[in-house]
């Protein structure tokens, strides 16, 4: 898979308007282990639907579902994965993600409370040589359309601690972002999941669409 696939790929996506036909999807990674990947059920197509809106990004309305080990993993430009517990990649998941990472794809991984040591551990299977690199409020991805001069907003505590954007870095391409105690996903949930503010939830989602349209625009 050579990496001019991932350029067509956001020319379609930046290129056409919502309101036309395209098969450009992003996806929810499923993973062994116990952990609940499929936590947050609703916070994707939120994502999505924002992002066409304020974006006019053209992004397929309804994400699709992915397994870390299916060769369908190179059919999405932007993978996103949640938990709160367990992880494991087997040897083959491992490699099929270093092979999509290297490919051009992008995976966002979103603590929803729990994930932080066993992503951390799982990684290190994927990119043994790499560590997780914390991204400065400088970094690019926090000065897309919307502006977070402090880095990456809190939307819900748990341990009391600042929320940090941790990244690994291929070329100086960032390929996969981790933010931690933030909980954005809970942000870009149905209202009533949650009953955050809405000043919360506007934060969340303009902090993702800043996401998504990073990755496009690498």
């Not at 395209?22 to 999505?48: E, H, M, Q, R």
């Not at 400065?136 to 505590?157: A, C, M």
């Not at 870095?169 to 209202?191: A, H, I, K, M, Q």
């Amino acid at each position: 898979m050579k990496k001019l696939f991932w350029w067509l790929v956001c020319a379609m996506v930046w290129g056409v308007t919502p309101a036309q036909n395209t098969s450009v999807k992003i996806a929810l990674l499923k993973y062994n282990g116990g952990g609940d990947w499929y936590a947050n059920p609703t916070s994707l197509p939120n994502l999505v639907r924002f992002c066409n809106r304020e974006l006019n990004a053209a992004i397929y309305p309804e994400p699709a579902t992915v397994e870390a080990g299916s060769r369908d993993l190179f059919n999405f430009p932007f993978v996103h994965m949640t938990g709160h517990g367990n992880v494991i990649f087997s040897e083959s998941d491992a490699r099929n993600l270093r092979r999509y990472l290297e490919a051009g794809g992008f995976l966002h991984i979103d603590d929803n409370y729990g994930l932080n040591e066993f992503i951390r551990r799982e990684m290190k299977k994927v990119f043994p040589g790499k560590d997780f690199v914390e991204l400065p409020p400088s970094h690019p991805l926090f000065r897309q359309k919307f502006d977070f001069p402090n880095g990456l907003p809190k939307i819900h505590e748990h341990d009391n601690k600042p929320p940090q954007a941790f990244g690994i870095f291929l070329e100086n391409r960032l390929v996969c972002l981790f933010t931690y105690e933030s909980d954005l996903g809970d942000g870009w949930e149905d209202p009533e999941v949650h009953n955050d503010p809405e000043e919360a939830r506007l934060k969340a989602l303009r902090m993702g669409a800043n996401i998504i349209a990073y990755v496009f625009s690498q």
